[in-house]
């Protein structure tokens, strides 16, 4: 990751400083590096300065203070499973230390009892406009209540991930450790920001967690064994010990994931449209036969794409480059040709802050380095909206910057997510998605979504792609078999719910079902028509209520559907029903939220706080879950 100002605490010459360091530096220098920072932290201010000036040098001892139990608590905030991912990697990491490690969602952590916990550690994504995500709200709120406990010292580390193409970077995360700060708790690890491509930076702070305790430990280990600095290790020296013992426990099984992810032939990719339709809705079967990949109606599964050709050229064209020089790609150092690495490994279709700010720096053209510089934020975010690297080149004359310096600049390409459409009990070593193509003009170019591109173009029936499951413990069909279901899925929305029927059909579930979908034409857009009309006829799906917006003058929408039905909705909620929202999540979500409150409230006969309380206590029940974006 290269640092700056905007994803460190460092000053530009600070953060420059360090981008050439960090990178000539072994593993072993690293973990030395994070203890000794870590430790210099931990002691008190004077003797932290004592080190650095003379760092072998005999230190006075630091006063004794107790030593906390080995028990840690990792809280994670996660909604589509990276966060939880890296909190489970965390707590590995610390039970191999020797820690007592305690994982868990943060809204299955009881906030009362905050106050016993030795150590925190949080790890948190960011979603909605800056928001936290579903499973982290109880907790966020409660910690940014009068009700939050001060935190007497108690060490704490925050790990925060995102998405820098997001205006609130990572905001879910600064807020968690600056509230924890203010209540008192000790930062023993920097909080690190995450862009989406989180593996490294993740990994960075779990082991900066890591070297931070063993500091901590031989701290209080050196302090307790004697009043007398004579012959004191350096603490960090210590913590590079442990660290590195630590670090050497690492497991070594590989099996398919994210960073290693698995190649799915192509069985089947259909357009799901009519003819006449204003959309391309792609149904792909892929198989995972071999994978030993697993999953459940409600996950997800991410695909790696590539970049289309014809933007690729366009962009090497534009830049005055050579598809066949060759440039630096993948972590481990090695070299690709121009157009394979533009292809598959880097974002030319996304315009970033920080890369805007890097290129500025690297170019030294005055019209970037204004539209970047501090009070600039406005001008630079509408420059950014529904541009790309090809308008970055050609709008500030950027032909001739040598590819070699430009391209390691740029993000990696970032996997997307697609809700699995299919029950492997009704598709054994399959996967189904539904997968929308996005095309839209801007700026004067047509513009193709890169992931649902690929697929509509380029991902023929016997040709594979890159894939990994996401797990998604927030969107699950209930245990109980007899729990009635309200499905709300306009669009590709509808998606995991044609996973959740044919799972109850396997299953034989008894419990009621209801499905609304929208779309914009009955004819062209009923996504899965026929298979909702069989289930309906075989019982396995209730109701089913449609929404066709275009169909008729005046747009309807499911939330119109849903409010028409308010009487009988309200009975199900009452029956205990789990509701189900997932698609859009700019506007129907939102639409969907106030169409359940409108009902809770009416026919509930309650205020408008006391309907909004109703869905709360449903959320935090899980019996209303989201999987919007
Ligand atoms: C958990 C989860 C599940 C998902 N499930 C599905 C699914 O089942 N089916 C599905 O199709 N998608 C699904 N998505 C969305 C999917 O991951 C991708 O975001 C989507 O396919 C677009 O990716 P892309 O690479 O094609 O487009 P990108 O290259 O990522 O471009 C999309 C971006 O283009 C911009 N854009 C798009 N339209 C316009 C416009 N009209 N004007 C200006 N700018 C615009 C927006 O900034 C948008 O974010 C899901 C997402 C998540 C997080
Ligand atoms: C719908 C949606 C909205 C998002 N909003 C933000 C945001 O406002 N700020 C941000 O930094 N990241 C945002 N992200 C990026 C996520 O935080 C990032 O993908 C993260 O790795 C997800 O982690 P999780 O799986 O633990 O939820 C958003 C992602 C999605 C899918």
């Given at each position: ?79 589509t499973g ?172 590989v099996p398919y994931s994210r960073s290693n992810p698995f190649r799915a032939a192509v069985l089947e990719n259909l ?11 792609r149904h792909l079967e892929l198989s995972l036969e071999g994978s030993g990949l697993t999953y459940e109606p409600?996950d997800a599964l991410g695909i790696y794409p590539e ?36 292809s598959r ?68 390409l970032p996997p997307r997510l697609y809700s699995i459409a299919s029950s492997p009990k009704a598709y054994p070593d399959e996967a189904h998605l539904t997968i ?14 890169v992931c649902s591109t690929y697929v509509a173009e380029r991902a023929e029936p016997g040709s594979e792609i890159p894939v990994y499951v996401q797990h998604n ?22 998606a995991p719910?044609r996973a959740?029927?044919g ?127």
């Amino acid at each position: 990751m290269v640092l700056h100002e905007t994803n460190s605490p460092f000053r530009q010459d600070q953060a420059e400083l360090l981008n050439k360091l960090l990178p000539t530096l072994t593993d072993g220098q690293r973990i030395w590096l994070s203890g000794y920072l870590a430790a210099a932290a931990t002691v008190p201010a004077p003797v932290a300065v004592q080190a650095s000036a003379a760092l072998a040098e005999a230190q006075p001892a630091a006063p004794a203070a107790p030593a906390l139990p080995k028990e840690a608590t990792v809280l994670y905030g996660s909604q589509t499973g990276n966060s939880k991912k890296l909190a489970n990697r965390l707590a590995e990491r610390l039970k191999g230390a020797g820690y007592e490690a305690a994982v868990s969602a943060m809204n299955d952590f009881k906030p009362n009892t905050l106050k016993k916990v030795t150590r925190l550690f949080i790890v948190v994504s960011t979603h909605g406009e800056g928001d936290p995500p579903d499973n982290a709200l109880g907790f966020y709120e409660f910690l940014h209540s009068k009700r939050a406990p001060q935190l007497d010292g108690m060490p704490f580390a925050v790990l925060a991930l995102g998405d820098t193409s997001y205006e609130k970077f990572c905001q879910t995360g600064k807020d968690f450790d600056k509230r924890l700060e203010e209540l008192g708790g000790k930062r023993i690890a920097p909080r690190v920001d995450c862009d989406v491509d989180f593996e490294d930076a993740a990994s960075g702070w779990i082991d900066s967690v890591l070297a931070a305790l063993a500091s901590e430990e031989a701290a209080s280990a050196s302090a307790s064994a004697s009043a007398s600095a004579a012959g004191a290790v350096p603490a960090g020296a210590g913590a590079a010990a442990v660290a590195a013992a630590v670090s050497a426990a690492a497991p070594a099984a590989v099996p398919y994931s994210r960073s290693n992810p698995f190649r799915a032939a192509v069985l089947e990719n259909l357009n799901l449209n009519g003819r006449g339709s204003a959309r391309e809705t792609r149904h792909l079967e892929l198989s995972l036969e071999g994978s030993g990949l697993t999953y459940e109606p409600g996950d997800a599964l991410g695909i790696y794409p590539e970049n289309q050709p014809q933007l690729v050229e366009e962009l090497i064209e534009t830049a005055g480059w050579r598809a066949d020089e060759p440039v630096p790609a993948g972590k481990d150092g090695g070299e690709l040709p121009l157009g394979e690495a533009l292809s598959r490994h880097y974002e030319i279709t996304l315009l970033t802050r920080p890369l805007l700010q890097q290129v500025a720096e690297l170019t030294g053209s005055p019209k970037l380095k204004e539209l970047t510089a501090p009070g600039q934020e406005q001008a630079l975010r509408e420059y950014i909206a529904g541009r790309d690297l090809v308008d970055l080149i050609r709008g500030f004359d950027l032909k001739g910057v040598p590819a070699k310096t430009f391209v390691p600049l740029l993000r990696k390409l970032p996997p997307r997510l697609y809700s699995i459409a299919s029950s492997p009990k009704a598709y054994p070593d399959e996967a189904h998605l539904t997968i929308r193509k996005v095309v839209y003009e801007s700026h004067g170019r047509t513009r193709y979504g890169v992931c649902s591109t690929y697929v509509a173009e380029r991902a023929e029936p016997g040709s594979e792609i890159p894939v990994y499951v996401q797990h998604n413990e927030n969107f699950r069909l209930p245990s109980d078999p007899d729990t009635p279901i309200i499905m709300i899925g306009p669009g590709t929305g509808v998606a995991p719910f044609r996973a959740f029927l044919g799972e109850r059909q396997e299953t034989g579930a008894s419990g009621k079902t209801w499905l609304f979908y929208g779309d914009q034409h009955f004819l062209t857009d009923f996504l899965y028509q026929v298979e909702w009309q069989r289930w309906l006829k075989e019982g396995v799906l209730t109701r089913m209520d449609v929404a066709f917006s275009r169909d008729q003058e005046q747009k309807i929408y499911v939330q119109h559907r849903m409010l028409e039905k308010a009487k009988e909705l309200y009975a199900w909620l009452e029956e205990g029903a789990v509701v189900y929202v997932c698609g859009d999540k700019s506007r129907m979500a939102h639409d969907v939220h106030a169409a359940l409150t409108t009902i809770i409230r009416r026919e509930g006969g309650l205020s408008e706080e006391a309907a909004a309380e109703y869905l709360k206590r449903m959320q935090q029940e899980r019996r209303y879950q989201r999987d919007v974006y």
